[in-house]
């Protein structure tokens, strides 16, 4: 399975983009990058996902570039709200094995 | 649709005593997982289940943790018997399949003394 590294803390104000980037050098021919958001004393909630490219939604964008070794979760303009641990998975959506947590990202956003 | 639901939402129990944590699916949902989360080690997949199949299980502790999916609404995780070490936040999650998105529960925090 492809391992993930990311940063363990960001910090952030409000309004400003922030960008989560996730290194994962190993990554597979079939593997997909899912990103995912987890609130204090809330189980994770899924943000964005996306094989080539970019992907975009109405919460956040992601970045993958041709080599696919990295990814970059985008926020727009990040609220109090946003201050949350974000996680990068890899893996074959197809095989089932998108299923390993790494440490993710604490990001604090500030008044 | 109400979500993963978990059951309780807190459990506090001594040492030695069987404590089992309940979970129901998303309707319509084959997958089933679940995960343990502590601040040591983060979030840990413990089992999960398509189809109400256990399918990898490798992640369960030891003996002691034992997890049934008797229909494709109802999970149960089963620690006999408890030690403290087991104090942890336990979330079930369930996907349409094996390789979609997760829908996480509210989690169960479990303490034991």
């Known amino acids: 399975l492809a391992k993930t590294t990311q940063p363990i803390s960001m910090d952030s104000y409000e309004g400003q983009e922030v960008n989560i980037t996730c290194s994962h050098n190993n990554i597979a021919t079939n593997d997909y990058i899912t990103w995912y958001q987890q609130f204090p004393s809330q189980g994770p909630r899924f943000i964005i996902q996306g094989y080539k490219t970019k992907v975009t939604n109405e919460v956040a964008s992601l970045f993958i570039p041709a080599d696919r070794k990295s990814s970059t979760l985008s926020l727009p303009r990040v609220s109090l709200s946003d201050t949350a641990v974000y996680y990068c998975l890899v893996g074959d959506k197809n095989a089932g094995n998108m299923l390993t947590f790494g440490g993710g990202t604490r990001l604090m956003v500030k008044p | 649709d109400a979500g993963v639901i978990q059951s309780p939402r807190h459990e506090v129990t001594e040492m030695g005593q069987e404590v089992t944590l309940r979970c129901k699916p998303i309707?319509?949902?084959?997958?089933l997982f679940w995960y343990r989360q502590t601040m040591m080690r983060g979030l840990e997949l413990l089992i999960y289940f398509n189809n109400n199949v256990p399918i990898d299980d490798s992640g369960m502790p030891e003996d002691r943790f034992s997890a049934k999916m008797p229909n494709a609404s109802f999970s149960t995780l089963k620690i006999q018997p408890s030690e403290p070490r087991d104090s942890a936040v336990y979330f079930c999650?369930?996907?349409?399949?094996?390789?979609?998105?997760?829908?996480f529960g509210s989690g169960t925090r479990l303490t034991v003394v």
């Open positions: 999650a369930s996907s349409p399949g094996q390789g979609e998105c997760y829908t």
């Open positions: 309707s319509g949902h084959n997958s």
